[in-house]
């Protein structure tokens, strides 16, 4: 519980790959922290006595993240129906203003893992929740072999640093990582039935540990609204009975965390995977309409919408298929444009080294050559066989307001009642790698980025 305590598991850290050496930044700080505590002894209210205040906890000695996940949770939710948890935590911390924007697709397996490495799912090798590797011909459909899942997540991250995590239910978690193996009582497996409530009260209960066995880092991950997002459209009042669960779910953790008088030194991040969209089979296009100017069998098509993922089967005899997918990307666009298939508008065709640079969605021999960008809420199908009707989906452009999630932190290095732009969610892995000042692996987000959503270490919010 001393100040060198303090010292050694977390301001060095973050600072070791600077010129400075370890002692002399300790050396540095204990200086500033001298003059700071000679200036208030002194009664003088200078700004600098503020810039280096000593670590303002009172309960624990150590930075603690609990980061939540509130699946299929899109931007406005919040305003669907009272949420007075969720407000708190906007109103007493920092918010994306416009929401937090997803990676590309807009799908959970992808999001959640971009949020644990800060790699676009191109560098992190989840390029959707299901797929065939092309070159390989094995499928992913959400398995834990540990082939499939690249860069370092933050579990592993912390671990690998002599650090404590507890997951409970994040994609990917599961997967043994570095230092990581998935210990049973820190990484449940997950099973949907277990009650939100028991997901809170078992995280509740690590704050009730010794000090030092209290996980640093924790990640709880609610399958909602996502699932009545899915089923009834997210305009849909099952949708808003289950924003108002969620709320309810995060004012359990509020109030046990401040029944043990740490829910200000506790950072709380609460954010979503991706949003959700009505669709309908009115706003249909089928590849079969397409038949006019080339036929396209069902088995090169991996996936329908919201992406369409093609790797057409040309056959040993083809000598460049490269060529032959260019024509065929061409074929299909004079179609989708002709004016005669059908909402073919609202579908574009790409090689995937053509897509738009922003989506990040072509370095991964993973993806299939041939991705289709449909319209937000358009659904692709082969043909006209099967019903449906109205329901929701995400996995669309990530430039579509639909597809944004949450973003909020609240805790000791949040400013209180600040909004910041919209971000990506690749940047959240070197916050929370600050926040507990851990050395980061290579991400895709900018290590700049801290600077504009986390106060500076010292600089640290009072303890109310
Ligand atoms: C899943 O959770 C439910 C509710 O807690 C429990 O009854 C069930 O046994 C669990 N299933 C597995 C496979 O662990
Ligand atoms: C429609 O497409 C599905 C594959 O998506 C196929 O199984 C079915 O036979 C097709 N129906 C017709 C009438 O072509
Ligand atoms: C993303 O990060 C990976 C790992 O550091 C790197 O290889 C890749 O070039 C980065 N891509 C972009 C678009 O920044
Ligand atoms: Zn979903």
Redesign the pocket.
Known sequence: MSYNNHHKTFFPMAKSKHVLSLKLSITLLNLLIVAATAAVTNGLDTPSSKIWRPWPFKKLNKPVVLMISSDGFRFGYQFKTDTPNIHLLISEGTEAKLGLIPVFPTMTFPNHYSIATGLYPAYHGIIMNKFTDPITGETFNKGLDPKWWLGEPLWATATNQGRKALTYFWPGSEVPKGSWTCPKELCPHFNLSVPFEERVDTILNHFDLPEEDIPDLMMLYFNEPDGAGHNYGPDDPRVTQAVAKIDKMIGRIIQGLKKREIFDEVHVILLGDHGMVTNCDLKTIYI?DLADWVKIP?DWIQAYSPVLAMNPNWGKDVKNPGEKNAELVAKMNEALTSGKVENGEFLQVYLKEKLPKRLHYSESSRIPPIIGMVGEGLIV???R?GVHECYGDHGYDNKYFSMRSIFMGHGPRFRKGKKVPSFENVQIYNVVAEILGLQPAPTNGSSLFTRNILLPFGETRDVE
Request: proline share 0%; net charge neutral; aromatic share 0%.
């Open positions: 079969d069902a199908r082969q043909n066989t």
